[in-house]
């Protein structure tokens, strides 16, 4: 069982370079996320998809764009990466009567 | 306010013991709560949901006071292996009619080290 399946597990980038972390899950589930995980932060929600073809912003979008681009795949892209986007992401996916969440490993992304 | 709130402790206890972790939640509306275990450079991984009349799972219990919006999870005889990072987690999104959107919030975490 693959569940969440998220690319790269590690990057580093210059600041203003650009690039896109992908996700897939197999579980046929609705709903996806993509997260951010900060010492004493805890987890922030970036960016959640609810179905095929929706987005919606979270709590920390700005800097980052999404695409849902079918029902596994859910991409987030940063446009001209900052270092205040050093951080930890998790993808993440649900359905949407069950909704505990299943998580990929996590991307560790440092931007210098 | 934060929508979830933990303490982030950290704790520390020794093998065999009790130990508590709280958690309250600003949305009155929410329905769905969860508690959740990350271990050290990990992923975020279901421990166990919390149902309105509290739940049992071997050692873990949790409960849920709507009243006073909090959850709480309690770990008995406590094992090496517990030690991780305990995040709470809210469904805050309860559409009417049943169907959720799940956009799951997280508490920033309790971190629990049990030692020999």
């Known amino acids: 069982n693959a569940g969440v399946t998220q690319t790269p597990k590690f990057q580093v980038l210059k600041t203003g370079q650009s690039m896109t972390l992908q996700c897939a899950q197999d579980?046929?589930?609705?709903?996806m996320y993509w997260y951010r995980q900060d010492p004493g932060m805890g987890l922030r929600l970036i960016y959640y998809?609810?179905?095929?073809?929706?987005?919606d912003k979270g709590e920390v979008p700005n800097g980052y764009n999404v695409s849902r681009l079918n029902k596994r795949e859910f991409s987030l892209r940063l446009e001209s990466a900052a270092p205040s986007q050093t951080s930890v992401y998790f993808c993440?996916?649900?359905?949407?009567?069950?909704?505990?969440?299943?998580f990929g490993q996590g991307t560790r992304l440092t931007v210098v | 306010r934060k929508e979830v709130e933990q303490d982030p402790g950290p704790f520390n206890v020794p093998e065999g013991a009790t130990v508590a972790f709280n958690c309250t939640y600003s949305?009155?509306?929410?329905?769905?709560f969860f508690w959740y275990r990350q271990d050290c450079r990990k992923e975020p991984k279901l421990l166990m949901s919390?149902?309105?009349s509290g739940n049992e799972d071997g050692r873990f219990t949790a409960q849920l006071n709507r009243a006073s919006q909090y959850i709480s999870l309690l770990i008995r005889d406590s094992k090496l292996s517990d030690s991780a990072t305990y995040l709470c987690?809210?469904?805050?999104?309860?559409?009417?009619?049943?169907?959720?959107?799940?956009?799951?919030?997280f508490g920033q975490g309790t971190i629990l080290t049990v030692h020999p």
């Open positions: 987690v809210v469904n805050p999104d309860e559409r009417a009619g049943g169907t959720s959107y799940g956009k799951l919030t």
């Open positions: 579980m046929n589930h609705n709903s």
């Open positions: 919390v149902y309105s």
């Open positions: 993440a996916s649900s359905s949407n009567r069950n909704t505990e969440a299943f």
């Open positions: 949305n009155s509306a929410s329905q769905s």
């Open positions: 998809s609810a179905s095929e073809g929706t987005t």
